[in-house]
């Protein structure tokens, strides 16, 4: 799964060659993406979509020959070379003020688009150069974005034999490698290789593990030296952490960029592929199964393969989450501007494959979600109060969500997607804003003194945010001291809300809702379906 320019010089085995293994009677489940998603790939892979034209097998050849489709000609995902802004997927906005450094309104839209959006992706393609050149066809390969950020390769070697002999668990450690420990059969161009090192860092770069990398002797297939041959495409990946929603997330997103970078080959987002974590720790976290809409493996870690030397056939390194000025955790989002094809698109994927659904709604009442705390600080003292309050209205339905380990996260992500308003304190479950339909409301009730991290996000998703406006109606326990330091710090204490304000607030929330257009369209479709007369807020 390399480039069409490198696939040329590798000497991989092209398409067209996949396409007659097909047969008269291809199976198409490896595509298995969003409705919306498939005029993006097809458009990208010709050749399969004529193959799926002419296969009366093929489930998707209902959805080409429609006229839904045929109106989506040409549309791309916006990363590609001859991807015109106005066929992209994304259309982000930038309805706010550009202070800063850009000085007209298209500079503020193309610099949310390349920080935050497929112009990432774009960028990661552009900056990609080959560190190992193939000498010959099937030789290995590696090649690597700026600052080896995200890379990928044919015919590599690992040699984790020294694992065997550690000890110490093995988590954000740079040296779990060795000079030659990581190699391939090619050219390698060292010099170019050390002037990307400069991001050196557990979770930014690759440079801890490929500034070892050497070049062999001979060809992988000749040497004997594979104690195990992975053939399957293997993706490595260093985590951040697994127990906190928002920065196990931070891997999820780099990954389906990750795969989008790697969309060289109608299989890019197949779900047969090895995935390895780089640390000894058994991979174990509530959101594990959102690995399934990425691969049907079990989840590898580096205990599996110590003591072994490992062939990979074709390999990716995905971008990292910690990376500068990367991508969810460390983006520098400039401000006016909002919704990101990306993050939306991301968001579909999991919901599709997670098979989430988006149910109708054959009433008017608006679904309120609101995030109950079962932790020692953020907890809403009055929480009571504040459903009751809301709860008398009649063009609400609230529901108080707990969003525990007793929950399964496909169950959370059900009530997620079918939430129009969704409130809760600051942490790391207001994550769940990336899984809100277009149309809703993250009401953030307090941001603890950190304003802009689940506001940034919600910009990156393009939902609304909303926070506590007024400091004179909320009550907190106490000042809050950190545990460690023992300075006042707003995240360690406990809250108490005006309710008339809080009603207020979601009020303000609900008119957003109700004045959306795509929830309006929604709203239609769904009495449509059902046949049955609007109950709730009579007027829209």
Same mark, same amino acid.
């Given at each position: 799964?390399?480039?069409?320019?490198?696939?040329?010089?590798?000497?991989?085995?092209?398409?067209?060659?996949?396409?007659?293994?097909?047969?008269?009677?291809?199976?198409?489940?490896?595509?298995?993406?969003?409705?919306?998603?498939?005029?993006?790939?097809?458009?990208?892979?010709?050749?399969?979509?004529?193959?799926?034209?002419?296969?009366?097998?093929?489930?998707?050849?209902?959805?080409?020959?429609?006229?839904?489709?045929?109106?989506?000609?040409?549309?791309?995902?916006?990363?590609?070379?001859?991807?015109?802004?106005?066929?992209?997927?994304?259309?982000?906005?930038?309805?706010?003020?550009?202070?800063?450094?850009?000085?007209?309104?298209?500079?503020?839209?193309?610099?949310?688009?390349?920080?935050?959006?497929?112009?990432?992706?774009?960028?990661?393609?552009?900056?990609?150069?080959?560190?190992?050149?193939?000498?010959?066809?099937?030789?290995?390969?590696?090649?690597?974005?700026?600052?080896?950020?995200?890379?990928?390769?044919?015919?590599?070697?690992?040699?984790?034999?020294?694992?065997?002999?550690?000890?110490?668990?093995?988590?954000?450690?740079?040296?779990?490698?060795?000079?030659?420990?990581?190699?391939?059969?090619?050219?390698?161009?060292?010099?170019?290789?050390?002037?990307?090192?400069?991001?050196?860092?557990?979770?930014?770069?690759?440079?801890?593990?490929?500034?070892?990398?050497?070049?062999?002797?001979?060809?992988?297939?000749?040497?004997?030296?594979?104690?195990?041959?992975?053939?399957?495409?293997?993706?490595?990946?260093?985590?951040?952490?697994?127990?906190?929603?928002?920065?196990?997330?931070?891997?999820?997103?780099?990954?389906?960029?990750?795969?989008?970078?790697?969309?060289?080959?109608?299989?890019?987002?197949?779900?047969?592929?090895?995935?390895?974590?780089?640390?000894?720790?058994?991979?174990?976290?509530?959101?594990?199964?959102?690995?399934?809409?990425?691969?049907?493996?079990?989840?590898?870690?580096?205990?599996?393969?110590?003591?072994?030397?490992?062939?990979?056939?074709?390999?990716?390194?995905?971008?990292?989450? =910690?990376?500068?000025?990367?991508?969810?955790? +460390? #983006?520098? $989002?400039?401000? &006016?501007?909002?919704?990101? *094809? %990306?993050?939306?698109?991301?968001?579909?994927?999991?919901?599709?494959?997670?098979?989430?659904?988006?149910?109708?709604?054959?009433?008017?009442?608006?679904?309120?979600?609101?995030?109950?705390?079962?932790?020692?600080?953020?907890?809403?003292?009055?929480?009571?109060?504040?459903?009751?309050?809301?709860?008398?209205?009649?063009?609400?339905?609230?529901?108080?969500?707990?969003?525990?380990?007793?929950?399964?996260? =496909?169950?959370?992500?059900?009530?997620?997607? +079918? #939430?129009? $308003?969704?409130? &809760?304190?600051?942490?790391? *479950? %207001?994550?769940?804003?990336?899984?809100?339909?277009?149309?809703?409301?993250?009401?953030?009730?307090?941001?603890?003194?950190?304003?802009?991290?689940?506001?940034?996000?919600?910009?990156?998703?393009?939902?609304?945010?909303?926070?506590?406006?007024?400091?004179?109606?909320?009550?907190?326990?106490?000042?809050?001291?950190?545990?460690?330091?023992?300075?006042?710090?707003?995240?360690?204490?406990?809250?108490?809300?005006?309710?008339?304000?809080?009603?207020?607030?979601?009020?303000?929330?609900?008119?957003?809702?109700?004045?959306?257009?795509?929830?309006?369209?929604?709203?239609?479709?769904?009495?449509?379906?059902?046949?049955?007369?609007?109950?709730?807020?009579?007027?829209?």
């Amino acid at each position: 799964m390399l480039p069409l320019v490198i696939v040329v010089v590798f000497g991989l085995v092209s398409f067209c060659d996949k396409i007659s293994v097909f047969g008269a009677s291809a199976s198409y489940e490896f595509i298995d993406l969003p409705k919306s998603h498939l005029p993006m790939f097809f458009e990208r892979f010709p050749a399969l979509k004529q193959k799926c034209l002419e296969d009366v097998q093929c489930e998707y050849r209902d959805t080409i020959k429609s006229e839904s489709y045929r109106s989506k000609k040409g549309v791309c995902w916006g990363y590609e070379n001859d991807c015109p802004a106005e066929k992209r997927f994304s259309k982000p906005r930038c309805p706010g003020d550009y202070r800063g450094y850009v000085k007209t309104k298209e500079a503020q839209l193309e610099t949310f688009y390349s920080q935050g959006d497929f112009g990432f992706i774009r960028d990661q393609v552009k900056e990609t150069r080959i560190l190992c050149e193939p000498r010959f066809p099937y030789d290995s390969a590696l090649e690597c974005s700026k600052y080896l950020r995200f890379c990928r390769g044919r015919n590599i070697m690992i040699n984790f034999t020294d694992l065997a002999t550690r000890r110490e668990p093995l988590r954000y450690k740079m040296d779990v490698l060795k000079l030659g420990q990581i190699g391939g059969h090619c050219k390698l161009n060292r010099e170019r290789l050390e002037a990307e090192l400069e991001h050196i860092s557990p979770l930014q770069s690759w440079g801890p593990e490929l500034r070892f990398f050497e070049s062999l002797d001979q060809p992988l297939s000749e040497s004997g030296h594979c104690d195990i041959t992975i053939n399957r495409p293997a993706f490595i990946m260093k985590i951040d952490a697994t127990i906190n929603m928002y920065h196990h997330f931070c891997d999820f997103v780099n990954l389906y960029a990750s795969q989008h970078a790697n969309l060289s080959d109608p299989l890019g987002f197949s779900t047969d592929v090895e995935i390895l974590i780089w640390e000894s720790y058994s991979y174990s976290s509530p959101f594990a199964e959102t690995f399934n809409a990425f691969t049907r493996h079990p989840i590898a870690d580096l205990k599996t393969y110590a003591g072994k030397v490992v062939c990979f056939k074709n390999l990716v390194l995905p971008l990292l989450p =910690r990376m500068i000025f990367g991508l969810f955790y +460390n #983006t520098p $989002i400039i401000a &006016g501007c909002e919704n990101s *094809g %990306l993050f939306q698109a991301f968001s579909e994927h999991i919901l599709h494959r997670l098979k989430v659904p988006l149910k109708s709604h054959p009433s008017r009442k608006l679904r309120i979600t609101f995030l109950s705390r079962q932790t020692k600080f953020r907890r809403i003292l009055n929480e009571d109060e504040l459903l009751e309050e809301i709860s008398e209205n009649e063009n609400y339905r609230v529901n108080q969500a707990s969003y525990s380990h007793h929950m399964s996260f =496909r169950d959370q992500l059900r009530i997620t997607r +079918n #939430t129009d $308003i969704f409130i &809760g304190m600051h942490g790391a *479950g %207001l994550t769940h804003l990336l899984f809100l339909p277009r149309w809703a409301v993250i009401f953030e009730l307090y941001h603890c003194e950190d304003r802009n991290c689940y506001k940034d996000l919600a910009r990156l998703k393009g939902v609304k945010y909303m926070t506590w406006e007024r400091d004179d109606l909320i009550y907190p326990e106490d000042e809050g001291k950190h545990p460690e330091s023992g300075e006042r710090h707003a995240k360690f204490t406990n809250y108490a809300f005006d309710t008339k304000e809080f009603a207020r607030l979601v009020a303000s929330g609900a008119d957003h809702v109700w004045n959306h257009e795509e929830y309006r369209q929604f709203l239609e479709r769904s009495l449509k379906k059902s046949n049955k007369k609007p109950v709730g807020r009579e007027e829209l």
